[in-house]
């Protein structure tokens, strides 16, 4: 295209410009050719997700193609210009590959954090005296002080463990609320540790459907709906949204009809 004899360096221009377009787009318009029988997924979504995943890469490329046959048109020496952008390039999208990687690991080790101080969140309460745990009616403030006291209780006992050392401040306040109205530092909003504010939506959940000697558990609705009352003043908002999003997930599951069997599942 660079040694079409066109007399304008506009038309030129626009000429190198519509063949980048036309590559880019004929890149992701039959992409789901390939993909969408293998992956299942409709055209549509793969056109999105590719786009959103490649199309920088891809659109770099092209510039750089773009800015190549130009130099060849005016001067093939200049191509040696186009060395330092080429390498900016691929420096910067070496170093963004890297840092979504370390970035992936850092998520993975929240949550698996996340994860083993869900568990032990509660520890503090065997230092709670049964009296006072299983009180079926409202606490004196004596009372109340000492049942508000297991978090910290629970971060004191795993504290003695080395290896437990960086769940120690999630179990410690995974009773702190979003604005600032938990215990035992009455921290809020950031300040809060994500795990705990994880905790936090999940453990009141539980609580919430869950049987007592003294209630029976409310249903898995009314328990949401009182989350979605207490967004951005007891619980963080995003993570009552991806609590409620995962309850209608399970709902759909397991009220999904299942697939009728085969005639060679039905013939064995």
């Known amino acids: 295209m660079a040694h079409l004899p066109l007399q304008s360096q506009g038309g030129q221009a626009a000429l ?9 787009c004929t890149e992701f318009l039959t992409g789901p050719a390939l993909l969408s029988p293998i992956t299942g997924e409709g055209p549509y979504r793969v056109i999105v997700v590719t786009l959103k995943e490649g199309g920088l890469i891809e659109a770099s490329q092209l510039l750089i193609g773009l800015l190549g046959v130009y130099a060849a048109d005016r001067q093939v020496w200049s ?31 929240v949550v698996d954090l996340a994860i083993w101080a869900a568990r032990v969140h509660d520890i ?12 079926p009616g409202g606490f004196t403030d004596q009372e109340r ?12 006992f795993l504290g003695r463990d080395p290896q ?20 035992p530092h009455k921290l809020k909003g950031n300040e809060i540790p994500f795990g705990s504010r994880v905790i936090a939506v999940a453990d009141s959940f539980d609580a919430m459907t869950s049987d007592r000697p003294y209630r029976q558990g409310m249903s898995a609705e009314r ?46």
Not at 124 to 135: E, F, V, W
Not at 145 to 156: C, F, L, N, P, V
Not at 170 to 181: A, F, M
Request: hydrophobic letters at 40%.
């Open 79 to 109: 191509l040696a210009l186009l060395a330092l952008p080429t390498g900016l390039v691929y420096h910067s999208f070496k170093r963004v590959k890297e840092l979504d990687d370390v970035t992936r690991q850092m998520l993975e080790s």
């Open 16 to 24: 190198y410009v519509a063949a980048a377009a036309v590559i880019f």
């Open 164 to 183: 437990f050392a960086r769940g120690v401040e999630i179990v410690r306040h995974h009773h702190e609320g979003w604005g600032g109205r938990g215990y």
């Open 223 to 268: 328990a949401s709906a009182i989350l979605r009352e207490g967004r951005r003043t007891q619980w963080e908002s995003s993570v009552v949204d991806a609590l409620i999003r995962s309850i209608a997930v399970d709902a759909q599951r397991a009220t999904a009809p299942a697939h009728p069997a085969s005639q060679s599942e039905r013939s064995l």
């Open 124 to 135: 503090g309460k065997i230092a709670i005296p049964d009296r006072i745990l299983n009180k």
């Open 145 to 156: 002080h000492i049942m508000e006291s297991d978090s910290e209780k629970g971060a004191e």
